[in-house]
């Protein structure tokens, strides 16, 4: 009888062809924004440092008869170094931050860790501190102001249109019937670019036609939502980013200000208990 040949058939690492086939990860989140912890500092360290309490009670009594929605409370800084140090230790940096052009400088807006409560800087055409408060708001008056002083006209004209133009006219006549119809305090006209077809001619057309409007906001956590007033009042353009930076939802929306921008009211409930802790802290009978 002759003996059965069996094939022996290694396997494991290095037995089998390289066909040059790898596996694609999804690139990992490379990280979240996390607004500043509030460091407090010991009482006996505010006893010298009358300026800082005094805003500190003052920021409570705002805090505390603010209605929502209602213009913001402004309390302007003016303290010495040591005492304006303090108060940026207390109040940290929140998630939110505002740029928005005036005719000759710029006001710099910063939320704090507690929401609600916003740094409002004005700077000069040579970007010098003219001016610092704070202010309780659900988002900075300055913000609507701008926001609303914009004058131009829709041009909704469809002659000699740039060559690629396919889908931005109609939604061009679609704004305008929007705005024409919009009243202060309905809910938001969205219009979905990210689900359309719209070729980078539309979208060229689309910011040339809208321009650009004196308010930026930057909304960050995990990832960032970018908003910009456009030079057409009621009218802001929102992009969402995820934390790749990659784009993931673009939209034009219809409305005097977006909820997406303004401080929520149960946030603000929140920071009022923690102002009350905060003023409690630093009050007479602890310093």
Request: proline content about 7%; glycine content about 8%.
């Amino acid at each position: 009888m002759n003996p059965i040949d069996i094939p022996i058939t290694t396997i494991g690492p290095g037995s089998q062809p390289d066909e040059g086939d790898r596996f694609d990860f999804m690139e990992m989140p490379k990280g979240m924004f996390r607004h500043d912890c509030i460091s407090l500092p010991e009482p006996e360290d505010m006893a010298s440092l009358p300026g800082a309490r005094q805003l500190i009670r003052q920021l409570q009594q705002a805090i505390t008869r603010y209605e929502y929605g209602a213009p913001g409370i402004q309390l302007p800084i003016e303290l010495r170094a040591a005492e304006r140090d303090l108060i940026n230790q207390i109040l940290g940096e929140g998630e939110v931050s505002i740029n928005v052009e005036l005719d000759e400088g710029r006001v710099q807006v910063q939320e704090s860790v507690l929401t609600g409560i916003w740094r409002v800087q004005t700077l000069d055409a040579d970007g010098r501190l003219v001016a610092d408060a704070l202010e309780v708001a659900d988002i900075p008056a300055i913000v609507r102001e701008r926001s609303a002083a914009g004058g131009r006209k829709l041009d909704v004209s469809l002659e000699q249109l740039p060559e690629g133009v396919q889908n931005a006219p109609p939604l061009l006549l679609e704004i305008q019937d929007k705005l024409d119809e919009y009243q202060p305090g309905q809910p938001p006209h969205v219009i979905n670019l990210s689900l359309l077809p719209l070729t980078d001619a539309d979208l060229i057309l689309l910011g040339e036609r809208l321009g650009v409007g004196p308010a930026i906001i930057l909304s960050r956590g995990y990832g960032n939502c970018r908003i910009g007033s456009t030079a057409l009042e009621g009218v802001w353009w929102i992009k969402y980013y995820n934390s790749q930076d990659a784009l993931i939802l673009n939209t034009i929306e219809i409305v005097d200000m977006p909820e997406v921008a303004l401080a929520a009211p149960e946030d603000i409930e929140d920071s009022i208990e923690r102002v009350n802790e905060i003023a409690q802290l630093y009050s007479e009978e602890h310093v």
